[in-house]
């Protein structure tokens, strides 16, 4: 029997629009892959260093964070990467490049490095159409995975993250992802899966509205008429993992801004080897982190260097006095210690497990987005969302959605 994830038994994570981790810094519209259910147009055009510099401006008066993410299109292709990167570290926010890697080089690593680079998130996945990984599964971009992963190792001081969309049909490989995660927990300190979305234009139920404008959906980039399923949810997710992983448990979350119940950043924190997980850190570990990050350096916390998460050991004592989940994992690292005593020479990690669920368009039309959503980048001089950007780049808002009223396709919406 499944086991149901009660939000109110889970930590709210405090992000809202003023006051967050991240923000979400778009230098370029250009990729050099062509990822399936992309919200992004392929457009080989860059911003101007200028140009960025303005868009940082706008965070640091509207947005207390701790790092900028640093996406697009493809960051690598931009030509004065290293200089943004120079740029926000010296405003000092934590710059992360999140990339498909298709572009990195070690000498470019190491020049990013120096320039202030504190992360890297990686989207790695079976739909991106990348030459030399055409027919593999997910598990197949598994020696992928490991590559970035090493080479990043390799360098040193640089936290490494994966993300991968999940998709209908590869919905059964996410366990084997996880599972690849923990055999790496020493080199990743993140896994991100992304449930998959596009606006759905083959059912024929929805108008949508500009403003008072109607318009058409399908000009844009994420606009579909091929029917997939587009409501895979976290708690689906969690239920296909628990099968591989019984104990697999999520610690805080964010909400929709529709559904207070709603799981639309899902975060679970293990400790562990690569061959054995001790446990799950549970919400009040959660909460100490980012309260206490906050009480001392007046921002939440997001990515951190390697090292910290290296202090398995450490925040099971530490967090054993006061957090359930964390007792648990310390008494699995006793047990483990009592059947192999030279299990002490192995240090402990702790890695993170997100599973983020964009958009869900209720049955009235509503919107429940991510409420204090972290990837909120500059449009206009104002904060939008970045994964629905294209909307205002092309009518100057966000699209409505209404259900079609029924013989009648040119009605008005209702106030």
Same mark, same amino acid.
């Given at each position: 029997?499944?086991?149901a994830?009660?939000?109110?038994? !889970?930590?709210?994570?405090?992000w809202?629009l003023?006051d967050?981790?991240?923000?979400w810094?778009?230098?370029t519209?250009?990729c050099?892959l062509a990822?399936?259910?992309c919200y992004r147009k392929?457009?080989?055009?860059?911003?101007?260093l200028?140009e960025?510099?303005?868009?940082l401006?706008?965070?640091?008066?509207?947005r207390n964070?701790?790092?900028?993410?640093i996406?697009?299109?493809d960051?690598?292709?931009?030509?004065d990467?290293?200089?943004?990167v120079?740029?926000?570290?010296?405003? @000092?926010?934590?710059?992360?490049?999140?990339?498909n890697?298709?572009?990195?080089?070690?000498?470019?690593l190491?020049a990013l490095k120096?320039?202030?680079?504190?992360?890297?998130?990686?989207?790695?996945?079976?739909?991106q159409?990348?030459?030399?990984?055409?027919g593999?599964?997910e598990?197949g971009m598994?020696?992928?995975r490991?590559?970035?992963?090493?080479?990043?190792?390799s360098?040193?001081g !640089?936290?490494?993250?994966?993300?991968?969309?999940?998709?209908?049909d590869t919905?059964?490989q996410?366990?084997?992802l996880?599972a690849?995660?923990q055999?790496?927990?020493?080199?990743v300190?993140?896994?991100?899966?992304?449930l998959?979305r596009?606006?759905?234009?083959?059912?024929?139920?929805?108008?949508y509205?500009?403003?008072?404008?109607?318009?058409?959906m399908?000009? !844009?980039?994420?606009?579909?008429?091929?029917?997939?399923?587009?409501?895979l949810?976290?708690?689906?997710?969690?239920?296909v993992?628990?099968?591989?992983? *019984?104990?697999?448990?999520?610690?805080s979350?964010?909400n929709?801004?529709?559904? *207070?119940?709603s799981?639309?950043w899902?975060v679970?924190?293990r400790?562990?080897?690569?061959?054995?997980?001790?446990?799950?850190a549970?919400?009040?570990?959660?909460?100490? /982190?980012?309260s206490?990050?906050?009480?001392?350096t007046?921002?939440?916390m997001?990515?951190s260097?390697?090292?910290l998460?290296?202090?398995?050991? @450490?925040?099971?004592?530490?967090?054993?006095a006061?957090d *359930?989940?964390?007792?648990?994992a310390?008494?699995?690292?006793?047990?483990?210690?009592?059947?192999?005593?030279?299990?002490?020479?192995?240090?402990?990690?702790?890695?993170?497990?997100?599973v983020?669920q964009?958009i869900?368009?209720?049955?009235?039309?509503a919107?429940?987005?991510?409420?204090?959503?972290?990837?909120?980048? /500059?449009?206009?001089?104002?904060?939008?969302w970045?994964?629905?950007?294209?909307?205002?780049?092309?009518? @100057?808002?966000?699209?409505?959605?209404? *259900?079609?009223?029924?013989g009648?396709d040119?009605a008005?919406p209702?106030?």
């Open positions: 029997m499944s086991r994830i009660d939000h109110k038994q !889970l930590y709210r994570l405090p809202n003023a967050n981790a991240i923000a810094l778009e230098p519209e250009h050099n990822c399936d259910g392929n457009e080989p055009r860059h911003k101007s200028e960025v510099a303005s868009d401006d706008v965070f640091q008066r509207l964070v701790d790092s900028i993410s996406a697009g299109g960051p690598l292709t931009h030509p990467i290293v200089d943004i120079r740029n926000i570290a010296a405003r @000092g926010t934590k710059p992360v490049l999140n990339t890697g298709h572009a990195l080089t070690r000498e470019l190491v120096e320039a202030g680079l504190i992360g890297l998130t990686f989207h790695v996945d079976s739909k159409g990348r030459p030399a990984y055409r593999r599964d598990v598994n020696e992928l490991a590559t970035y992963a090493e080479m990043v190792a360098v040193g !640089l936290s490494c993250s994966f993300n991968s969309t999940v998709y209908p919905l059964e996410v366990p084997e996880v690849w995660a055999r790496h927990i020493r080199e300190q993140t896994m991100v899966f992304i998959f596009h606006a759905d234009m083959s059912s024929g139920s929805w108008d509205w500009a403003g008072g404008k109607r318009v058409k399908d000009q !844009l980039v994420y606009a579909e008429k091929e029917q997939r399923r587009i409501d949810s976290a708690p689906e997710i969690v239920e993992i628990r099968r591989r992983f *019984p104990d697999f448990t999520p610690s979350y964010l929709g801004t529709e559904r *207070p119940d799981f639309k899902l679970t924190t400790v562990g080897t690569p061959d054995r997980i001790y446990g799950y549970g919400p009040r570990w959660m909460e100490a /982190v980012q206490t990050h906050h009480f001392m007046g921002r939440y997001s990515y260097r390697p090292w998460f290296s202090q398995g050991l @450490g925040a099971m004592v530490l967090g054993s006061f *359930p989940g964390l007792r648990g310390l008494s699995g690292y006793a047990r483990a210690l009592a059947r192999t005593p030279l299990q002490a020479l192995r240090n402990a990690y702790v890695q993170s497990i997100v983020i964009p869900d368009i209720l049955e009235d039309g919107q429940n987005m991510c409420d204090g959503c972290p990837d909120v980048t /500059v449009h206009d001089g104002k904060l939008v970045s994964c629905r950007l294209e909307e205002p780049r092309k009518w @100057g808002t966000f699209v409505r959605t209404v *259900p079609k009223p029924e009648d040119a008005r209702q106030s």
